[in-house]
């Protein structure tokens, strides 16, 4: 598990999420721990193979 911080893209408060890399690239659903807001999140690997993580509104 790899530990990110994040921006929220609601409340824009940051937080701290734990995320497996084992499950390759993926995309997901985290509530928010501030604002309760679903963050749609995007994991995925850059050309160095490090584990990154993209989070958006629902919507977007």
Known sequence: ???FSIGC???GES???LV???E???ECYEDCSVCC???FLEVSFDEL???KVLAKRDSD
Do not use: A
């Open 1 to 3: 598990m790899d530990e």
């Open 9 to 11: 893209p609601y409340c």
């Open 15 to 17: 937080i701290d999420l």
């Open 20 to 22: 497996d890399g084992s």
């Open 24 to 26: 390759g690239e993926h």
């Open 37 to 39: 807001s679903p963050i």
């Open 49 to 51: 193979g490090k584990l």
